[in-house]
T-cell receptor
Framework: AQRVTQPEKLLSVFKGAPVELKCNYS??????LFWYVQYSRQRLQLLLR??SRESIKGFTADLNKGETSFHLKKPFAQEEDSAMYYC??????????FGAGTQVVVTP | EAGVTQFPSHSVIEKGQTVTLRCDPI?????LYWYRRVMGKEIKFLLH????????ESGMPNNRFLAERTGGTYSTLKVQPAELEDSGVYFC?????????????FGPGTRLTVT
């Protein structure tokens, strides 16, 4: 069965410290993977997608097919990174399957 | 550009009543998706429209839920009769293409509370 797993419900880090959000997936085909973010009182929005291989707001994510992972990383967390982060897998025709989400809290 | 809009932002109804949620996608986006997040659970796919046609409604929980997209513009999601377990946040999203790598733009969500 297709599944997206985010093992951490809450991640609390200090400003300036590295942050890594874990995401593992199970999927029989070639996955399209995304990280979506929801800041306080804002709508869900795309942070980055694996196909673009880009860095957004200092975040990067590498697709590791061997480990079936798509972890999100940032070397130096900022207070404005506090948000809910969702890993998502696209299952054809664009429909997204989301992980449970990880709440990130960056403290000064 | 206004983005995806949803109405109402919050609805409180009693069990057994009917509620209709509305979503206006970004102009020109043929693809419209409905998702929902019930308390403590993941955001789950409900259905996908391409223009006015239902491409995939595999996520619809039961026949108390009816989605329409007449004319291929805005969409409505009706819950009739509502049950307690229908409480949650209903999100709508739209995208220009259905290809799996395309970004989906989400609305702010409608918080439905069934009492």
């Amino acid at each position: 069965a297709q599944r997206v797993t985010q093992p951490e419900k809450l991640l609390s880090v200090f400003k300036g410290a590295p942050v890594e959000l874990k995401c593992n997936y199970s999927y029989s085909g070639s996955p399209e993977l995304f990280w979506y973010v929801q800041y306080s009182r804002q709508r869900l929005q795309l942070l980055l997608r694996h196909i673009s291989r880009e860095s957004i707001k200092g975040f990067t994510a590498d697709l590791n097919k061997g480990e079936t992972s798509f972890h999100l990383k940032k070397p130096f967390a900022q207070e404005e990174d506090s948000a809910m982060y969702y890993c998502a897998l696209s299952r054809g025709w664009g429909k997204l399957q989301f992980g449970a989400g990880t709440q990130v809290v960056v403290t000064p | 550009e206004a983005g995806v809009t949803q109405f109402p932002s919050h609805s409180v109804i009693e069990k057994g009543q009917t509620v209709t949620l509305r979503c206006d996608p970004i102009s020109g986006h043929d693809n419209l998706y409905w998702y929902r997040r019930v308390m403590g659970k993941e955001i789950k796919f409900l259905l996908h429209f391409v223009k006015e046609s239902k491409q995939d409604e595999s996520g619809m929980p039961n026949n108390r839920f009816l989605a329409e997209r007449t004319g291929g513009t805005y969409s409505t999601l009706k819950v009739q009769p509502a049950e307690l377990e229908d409480s949650g946040v209903y999100f709508c999203a739209s995208s220009q293409e259905f290809h799996s790598s395309y970004e989906q733009y989400f609305g702010p969500g409608t918080r439905l509370t069934v009492t």
